[in-house]
């Protein structure tokens, strides 16, 4: 049996149409939703996920600006960028890129940025709202893996969610999420011992580790669902050299899984479409602060 196809690309088109008509709703309230996105250095992943990032605002009917800086910049230029954007009422959104050069301290970035205006939902307030069940940004990454699961029809309450990766921006995030929507949820990563015992008990697998094709179908529950959060390039000396490819084996997961996001055209489109989403929510909190 082939599992079922979690289409983040198809997924992606229909939220996004339902953003761009609520952008347009509140523009009529006379606020334009405006994302601010800050890039320092010259690592070209981040390069590419800026550009999307812009891009997708102006696609959605939404306002972007894009502060570029070079590598080796004092961070107190880029706090005191942040600084300006937090005192003005036309931003609603301010993303600082990741990773940062060594001579940043990434959590005195992250927290300089208001937490009305954090749609990456990275500063520790919106992490401890998230933590407590409170209104918060839930960090896009995971917030699009929860979409997508209730899109898939994937029942989340009650079952058994094994997340493979504890970082800030994707496992720990997707663990709390996964906990309020009922799952029993564990939590892998590189000390883990024995890992294919978690992740043969999976109802639900999320694979957030950096290392192509890790995941094999003799590590997957028949039946389970699998989401993958990797981009990798294939490595050398395999076939497809140089290719995009997820954490997951896909042709020998495809197989055992009930239900698969692809690579690319899985994960990926969702993470941009949940921070466009965050950006919307905060011009609409905006425009119900101003009385519009
Ligand atoms: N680097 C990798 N993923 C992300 C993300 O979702 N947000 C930011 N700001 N940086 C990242």
Do not use: W
Request: hydrophobic share 45%; proline share 6%; glycine share 10%.
């Amino acid at each position: 049996m082939s599992a079922r196809i979690l289409d983040g690309n198809a997924l992606s088109a229909d939220v996004r149409a339902q953003l761009a008509e609520s952008v347009k709703e509140v523009k009529a309230r006379g606020v334009t939703p405006c994302l601010v996105v800050i890039l320092v250095g010259d690592n070209p992943a981040s390069a590419v996920y800026v550009r999307n990032k812009v891009a997708g605002c102006e696609k959605a009917g939404m306002r972007s600006l894009r502060f570029d800086y070079p590598a080796d910049t004092d961070p107190k230029r880029v706090l005191d960028k942040i600084a300006e954007l937090n005192a003005d009422d036309s931003v609603h959104g301010i993303l600082v890129q990741l990773p940062l050069p060594p001579q940043f301290e990434e959590k005195e970035v992250l927290e300089a940025i208001s937490v009305d205006k954090d749609v990456d939902g990275f500063h520790a307030e919106n992490v401890g709202r998230l933590s407590q069940g409170q209104r918060a940004f839930f960090p896009c990454t995971p917030h699009g893996v929860m979409k997508l699961l209730a899109a898939g029809d994937i029942d989340v309450s009650g079952a058994d969610a094994v997340v493979i990766g504890r970082s800030n921006i994707v496992g720990k995030p997707m663990a709390m999420l996964l906990t309020q929507a009922g799952a029993t949820v564990t939590v892998c990563h590189s000390k883990t011992r024995d890992l294919a015992a978690h992740t043969r008990r999976a109802d639900i697998l999320i694979v957030a580790i950096g290392r192509p094709m890790f995941i094999t179908g003799e590590m997957v529950k028949p039946g389970a669902a699998v989401i993958d959060v990797g981009m990798n390039r294939i490595p050398a000396g395999l076939p497809n050299e140089g290719k995009l490819c997820g954490d997951v084996d896909f042709a020998s997961v495809k197989d055992v899984a009930g239900a698969i996001t692809p690579v690319p055209g899985g994960v990926g489109p969702m993470t941009i479409t949940m921070l466009l989403a965050n950006t919307l929510e905060s011009a609409q909190r905006a425009a119900e602060r101003k009385g519009v």
